[in-house]
């Protein structure tokens, strides 16, 4: 086992840009590129590794043959085998629809999938960028289905100015949109289901109308309104900062100057590393292994080798960490079926 890099994996969507090719040193084109899933074991689109001895196999497959070794036990046995993240760089030029997500417990019910919970990491943002997250007041059912007929959904939404390093949770059910010119790294459940709400009645790629979901968004929504929905964190540098601690994974941001040694192994999951800024050498404590994880590039550590030292390349180096923590999955657990609404920053 050795850490995985992976071959770019590029999503051309309606409301994407032209900053995720240059920011991971790819050939620009006019095509709008939206999203780029750094790792997915998500059968449509799944990873291909691109370094070492198993250069050139699915990611699927490969966990498939060293299931323990890579996910570790504890998550290997949760998940059955499969990598329960998705990771992804997007980058929005124009608004993403009003949307929401279904819980595990629908997903499985309607799709036989995973629910979607997700966490968004802002890199960049224009002056005056936005997001929607949340509901600002509380509204009905029937107030739900009159705003998306007459399109004044968005006069309910919580509306909220971004800047880089902004940190958001978008648990299953909270409705949710990337408005144009922000480029963020999301965390997400390894699941492709997103109920459309509202799209601004614009058309595809194809240049026919979006399909819209209203009726399982309706059955999915959470109408529940948070005094504070952007997540809270003290940066702190040549640290490993927690920034998101839910059922369903933990993620750490870190910018370090200097080597830094990371030794994981206690949480019996394997490790995925983000590099949002700055090159940087990863080497592998027990083998020797090391890879160039570049800026705008992701690495897939198998748990069996998640000690490891970070050395930055060129003065600075800033990395987005997401592995599942088995060691409080009891405690999380709890929380999750008595305390659904309670914000990541409170547990």
Not at 77 to 100: C, H, M, N
Not at 149 to 163: C, E, N, P, R, W
């Amino acid at each position: 086992m050795y850490p995985f890099l992976f071959h770019p994996n590029l999503h051309t969507i309606v409301w994407g840009g032209h900053q995720l090719q240059p920011y991971k040193g790819l050939q620009t084109t006019d095509e709008p590129i939206g999203e780029s899933w750094e790792v997915s074991a998500v059968p449509t689109s799944t990873s291909i590794i691109a370094n070492g001895s198993l250069v050139g196999r699915d990611l699927v497959s490969v966990i498939s043959e060293y299931p323990e070794a890579i996910l570790g036990k504890a998550v290997n046995e949760k998940y059955k085998g499969q990598l329960p993240l998705l990771v992804k760089f997007i980058d929005a030029k124009r608004d993403l629809s009003i949307q929401v997500h279904p819980n595990d417990e629908m997903a499985q019910r309607e799709h036989g999938k995973m629910g979607k919970s997700e966490m968004w990491y802002i890199i960049k943002a224009d002056a005056g960028a936005h997001l929607y997250a949340g509901f600002k007041q509380e509204i009905t059912p029937a107030e739900y289905q009159q705003r998306i007929q007459d399109g004044t959904i968005t006069d309910v939404l919580a509306d909220h100015q971004v800047k880089a390093g902004d940190v958001f949770y978008l648990p299953a059910g909270r409705v949710h949109a990337i408005c144009g010119g922000i480029l963020l790294a999301e965390v997400q459940q390894s699941s492709d289901v997103t109920y459309r709400i509202y799209d601004y009645n614009r058309p595809g790629m194809d240049g026919k109308p979006r399909e819209l979901h209203t009726e399982l968004a309706a059955k999915a929504l959470d109408y529940h309104v948070e005094r504070n929905y952007r997540t809270e964190y003290v940066e702190n540098t040549n640290r490993a900062i927690q920034v998101i601690d839910t059922p369903y994974f933990d993620v750490r941001v870190m910018e370090i100057s200097k080597s830094f040694h990371r030794d994981l192994r206690k949480y019996d999951s394997f490790i995925i590393s983000m590099c949002i800024a700055g090159d940087c050498r990863i080497k592998v404590r027990s083998t020797g292994d090391e890879i160039l994880l570049r800026e705008g590039h992701s690495t897939l550590i198998p748990a069996c080798i998640a000690d490891y030292d970070v050395l930055p390349l060129h003065g600075t180096t800033r990395l987005l960490d997401a592995f599942i923590d088995n060691q409080e999955s009891g405690m999380k657990d709890i929380f999750t079926k008595f305390f659904h609404r309670t914000t990541p920053s409170n547990l």
